[in-house]
């Protein structure tokens, strides 16, 4: 595994160590613990050949997530490749929002707007048993994935193609949320090489997709329902402000794990 670490640490993989770990458990069908217990044992010739071909592509810095063909999202693990982004750490702030804003409903209806993997859609649904989930999505790529992660996991949640500038299914959502493209067109050449040369450029660049969703979901939403998104670093007071100016009350900025305001959340009212 030494020699595995090396060579992703010279083609520039921050987590060298960590990666390698991952990729010969999943080689060997075990887990990082147990890789950890024994690192240096001896592999077969067939998965001494497994390594290489996935060493290989990581060295193209091509997702770890991709390389498996699956991540760990809250309690789910995920298939995921190049048609939808790698679910991150974040995100499950968003869907920490989402449970404490349903919470005491026994069948809120949910929309998730651009769903890519699912993920958001999925962990509520999984979390949240009672929760009537539907997550829309404009291409048509990353809603076969999703579809495919929902009959994995076995949980009931409707997905369909959809253009979020084109306003928002219609139904009297109890919840919207959105983890919508948000990496502006002059910032994606300076993102590392597994985001800007490997992720779906669609579900990350994007102007004017939050303010879209923001302003689409005040028709849909139900009296007292909510909007949760995520947003770009630095962001959150604009979006905070922009909610605000479109008649949402109660808005909250929440941090992500690392303590940067990530989710915007606000609620829609009667006044209206």
Request: negative net charge; proline residues 4%.
């Amino acid at each position: 595994m030494g020699d595995v670490s090396r060579r992703l640490g010279r083609a520039g993989c921050a987590s060298a160590r960590v990666d390698a770990e991952f990729l010969l458990a999943h080689v060997l069908g075990t887990t990082r613990s147990s890789v950890l217990v024994d690192p240096d044992r001896a592999l077969s010739d067939e998965a001494v050949a497994r390594v290489e071909e996935l060493v290989v592509r990581r060295e193209r810095r091509e997702p770890l997530a991709y390389v498996l063909g699956e991540w760990g999202f809250r309690r789910l693990k995920l298939k995921v490749d190049s048609r939808v982004l790698v679910p991150r750490p974040e995100t499950e702030v968003v869907v920490e929002r989402c449970l404490a804003l349903i919470g005491r409903l026994a069948e809120p209806r949910v929309l998730d707007v651009g769903t890519g993997s699912g993920a958001i859609a999925l962990a509520i649904a999984d979390e949240h048993p009672g929760a009537r989930v539907s997550g829309v999505d404009q291409s048509a790529g990353a809603l076969a994935v999703a579809d495919t992660n929902a009959r994995r996991l076995g949980l009931d949640v409707t997905f369909a193609e959809h253009d979020l500038f084109a306003g928002l299914p219609g139904g009297s959502w109890d919840l919207v949320v959105s983890n919508p493209p948000y990496v502006s067109p002059d910032e994606i050449d300076h993102l590392e090489p597994e985001v800007r040369d490997w992720e779906p450029r669609s579900a990350l660049v994007g102007e004017g997709a939050t303010k879209a969703i923001a302003e689409a979901a005040r028709s849909v939403l139900r009296d007292g329902g909510a909007l949760v998104l995520e947003v770009a670093e630095g962001d959150a007071d604009r979006v905070a402000v922009l909610l605000r100016t479109l008649g949402y009350t109660d808005v909250v900025v929440t941090k992500d794990l690392a303590g940067r305001d990530r989710v915007v959340e606000g609620v829609t009212t009667s006044a209206d």
